[in-house]
């Protein structure tokens, strides 16, 4: 019965956070309350850190068991392929503006820009897989050992970031068009692909093309 809860809970959760960062649940916000518009961003990266204690507190009450791990000689390469992944993440920081990702810049300069119309960014991990932060993300989920809760929320997580990657890449596609789509076809989703990647001046060549297309949103 407690697995039943956690999943609701992250489906819960997943449910609010999809609503929210909808274009439309931005536009209405910004209608409704015009001066707190550049805090939008802020206000929804709190929202998401505050709901998500629901789902992780029953996931850590339920703590049990293991009932899942990688066997043998895959013990010491899962935890070297999480470190690994711990560490990529750590390192695509460098290539994100984290005031911006916050909400903090939109706040400080009264920014009411909606995310989606910002211009098309390209970080190197990106030339790799179009959404390295979930890949990461993943890595690190799966190479550890579980219990029940753990396994239950390990894979309500993996499905919302499959279906919350696909609609997100619906605004993308929206937003950046043709530039974008040859993105996706160039580049893998989730898992990357040694055939599949861009190099340095093909990935300037997109962006560039994602300016000229779309002027009005830089």
Do not use: C
């Not at 489906?11 to 910004?30: D, I, M, N, P, Q």
């Not at 989730?190 to 002027?215: E, F, G, N, S, V």
């Amino acid at each position: 019965m407690r697995i039943v809860w956690i999943l609701a809970a992250w489906t819960g959760y997943f449910v609010l956070h999809s609503a929210l960062a909808s274009t439309r649940a931005k536009t209405a916000f910004a209608r409704r309350f015009p001066p707190l518009a550049p805090a939008y961003r802020l206000l929804f990266n709190a929202v998401a850190l505050v709901s998500a204690v629901v789902p992780l507190g029953l996931a850590w009450a339920a703590r049990g068991p293991v009932v899942w791990a990688w066997p043998g000689v895959g013990t010491p390469i899962a935890r070297v392929l999480g470190a690994g992944a711990a560490a990529g993440f750590l390192w695509t920081l460098r290539a994100y503006d984290l005031q911006e990702f916050l909400g903090l810049r939109q706040w400080q300069t009264r920014d009411a820009t909606p995310d989606d119309r910002q211009r098309l960014r390209i970080s190197p991990l990106h030339r790799f897989v179009r959404h390295p932060w979930y890949f990461l993300g993943l890595v690190m989920l799966w190479t550890q050992p579980m219990d029940a809760a753990r396994l239950a929320s390990a894979l309500a997580i993996t499905a919302y970031l499959v279906v919350g990657s696909r609609l997100e890449e619906k605004k993308l596609l929206h937003t950046h068009g043709a530039p974008y789509a040859a993105y996706r076809r160039a580049v893998p989703g989730l898992m990357p692909l040694p055939w599949r990647w861009l190099t340095r001046a093909q990935a300037d060549a997109l962006t560039k093309a994602a300016a000229r297309d779309r002027p009005a949103a830089l």
